[in-house]
Nanobody, 125 residues
Framework: QVQLQESGPGLVKPSQTLSLTCTVSGGSITTTYYAWSWIRRPPGKGLEWMGAIAYDGSIHYSPSLKSRTSISRDTSKSQFSLQLSSVTPEDTAVYYC?????????????????WGQGTQVTVSS
């Protein structure tokens, strides 16, 4: 059973960088042919795919967030991370990490088979 757990600060000040980590247990982030995504849900809105890192280390970003987003991984710790720079209150959301088979539409949320529980991040001074 694969389990994902998000961790990071729950409060970030405007203009700062939001940093989150997803720890994976019960499976490896290098297992072919999976990709590991960051997804968020702002209050009162739908899910928004932010980016993904695949089993081979290749990275895909949402075009709308690409300029502010960085995804990396530490295979020795079975973790992958998200950094979102220059945050504003509009970046307030519940942030999720999740697993999907690589390729295709990363915004097809029915294709994700494992999700973290989500972590609330609030951007406020």
């Amino acid at each position: 059973q694969v389990q994902l757990q998000e961790s990071g600060p729950g409060l970030v000040k405007p203009s700062q960088t939001l940093s989150l980590t997803c720890t994976v247990s019960g499976g490896s982030i290098t297992t072919t042919y999976y990709a590991w995504s960051w997804i968020r849900r702002p209050p009162g809105k739908g899910l928004e795919w932010m980016g993904a890192i695949a089993y081979d280390g290749s990275i895909h970003y949402s075009p709308s967030l690409k300029s502010r987003t960085s995804i990396s991984r530490d295979t020795s710790k079975s973790q992958f991370s998200l950094q979102l720079s220059s945050v504003t209150p509009e970046d307030t959301a519940v942030y999720y990490c999740a697993r999907i088979l690589e390729g295709g539409d990363y915004s097809d949320y029915g294709r994700y088979d494992y999700w973290g529980q989500g972590t609330q991040v609030t951007v406020s001074s």
